[in-house]
């Protein structure tokens, strides 16, 4: 509790909010919008100084050495698969519980993914699953750090060391998250961030690349800029025209400058931000401490949580309300909600092309089904954090609150 916290008051007649709370929407000031304009008015919109800059800060902020910086995490993903050098049929194991596009890199290195199922309390993967999924084919381990709560790292590094596996860090809804006090990205040999419009720290689209090893920082460079020996800034700046050279087919997934331009305050705001959301993500645990929903797991001893997600279980059978009900109601009242995620192997293509059945992997199965996120942004006023409680306790029951309240 601190100062940012507010009481909660329970309303019995909410008043309808007047305008839509979008889902994710990310916070915008003027000093984001004045870097911008100054990179359309400097005529270099492209990868240049504002991304090495952003990098540079980047790196500073992770206390990483390697970093790059490419247009969106799924790049991010791709680019580590390859740089890995996974040959056909070698195996990546994965969780069950993720945005396809974790899974859909993979596919595209040309490698198979392995769902591993979640911890049903922490919905982050399950070490002891992995285990159990480890063939002579595993190549590598893609945890993601689900809501931007660490996972269990030094299972996973255990694991690791004993198969002789790659370790690529998912940090999509994790940038500010530490565990054993150093920072998420930096333990496997990849960390790959997202700037998607909803996540912590946005650019519209943008992601990064944490290495361990300085040589595949600079082949993955070279991958996300066409495969050429020297990029575009380099080659028209002042010093005059340089050749460059093919040395691989690479992919346009270069990072712009007009996105650095975002990236670099929305950077120096990060910990700000991060500060607002875990007092918002606080105000809702206590709000909904006393309804027959499931809250999300308080964050482990020696971690720290990024608060990227808040997530409720609404079970029919407890809360006598369907998850789906839930988010047209929660809509209805212009709240805006997400769904992180439904299992991956609920969605037809990958069950046709792997024969998976979701009840393979029942947790994120039970999780998918079930799960709903409430608005948590920096951008979201106290007024707006209110109706969300507000929303959220008259269809989950405000009755039966206030009954136990009073008995109490
Ligand atoms: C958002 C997200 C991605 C993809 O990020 P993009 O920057 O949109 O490509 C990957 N993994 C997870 C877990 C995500 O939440």
């Known amino acids: 509790m601190n100062e940012h916290t507010f009481e909660f008051k329970p309303q019995t007649s909410s008043t309808p909010r007047d305008r839509f709370l979008v889902f994710g929407a990310p916070q915008i000031e003027q ?44 790049a991010a993903l791709h680019l580590s698969l390859l740089a890995a050098d996974l040959q056909p049929g070698d195996e990546v194991i994965t969780t069950a519980l993720t945005f396809c596009s974790t899974i859909n890199a993979i596919i595209h290195a040309g490698a198979t993914p392995v769902l591993a199922d979640v911890d049903s309390v922490t919905m982050n993967i399950d070490p002891e699953d ?38 690529i860090e998912d940090c999509a809804h994790a940038i500010e998250a530490q565990y054993d006090g150093r920072p998420t990205g930096t333990f496997g040999d990849f960390g790959c961030f997202s700037f998607y419009v909803t996540k912590n720290l946005c650019t519209g689209e943008g992601g990064m690349i944490i290495t361990r090893r300085e040589h595949d920082a600079t082949r993955i460079k070279t991958l996300a800029l066409h495969g050429m020996t020297k990029d575009a800034w380099k080659r028209f700046s002042d010093d005059g025209y340089k050749h460059y050279q093919v040395v691989e087919a690479g992919f346009k997934y270069n990072m712009m400058d007009i996105q650095a331009a975002l990236g670099i305050h929305q950077l120096a705001r ?21 309804i027959s929903v499931q809250r999300p797991a308080e964050p482990a001893p020696g971690t720290r949580h990024s608060y990227h997600l808040y997530t409720l279980l609404v079970d029919e059978q407890q809360t006598g309300v369907s998850r789906d009900s839930f988010l047209a109601s929660m809509t ?12 991956i192997a609920e969605h037809p293509y990958y069950q046709h092309r792997f024969g998976w059945r979701a009840e393979q992997w029942p947790n994120a199965l039970s999780i998918g089904r079930r799960t709903a996120s ?26 039966n609150y206030t009954r136990r309240r009073r008995a109490a």
Not at 270 to 290: K, P
Not at 332 to 343: E, N
């Open 31 to 74: 000093t984001d919008i004045d870097e911008v304009v100054d990179s359309l008015k400097s005529g270099w919109l492209g990868t240049g100084p504002k991304v090495a800059h952003f990098e540079q800060d980047f790196s500073r902020y992770k206390g990483a050495s390697n970093v790059v910086a490419v247009n969106s995490c799924t």
């Open 374 to 399: 409430l608005p948590l942004t920096a951008a979201l006023t106290d007024a707006d954090v209110q109706d969300v409680i507000n929303a959220t306790m008259s269809i989950i029951g405000l009755a």
């Open 332 to 343: 209805g009242a212009k709240i805006g909600v997400g769904v992180h995620y439904l299992s």
């Open 270 to 290: 990060l910990e700000r931000n991060w500060q607002r959301r875990r007092d918002i993500w606080q105000t809702y645990q206590d709000a909904f401490a006393d």
């Open 130 to 167: 992995v285990r159990r999924r480890i063939t002579p084919r595993t190549r590598a381990i893609l945890p993601v750090h689900f809501a931007g709560r660490p996972c269990d790292l030094h299972e996973l590094l255990d694991i690791c060391d004993e198969h002789e596996l790659l370790l």
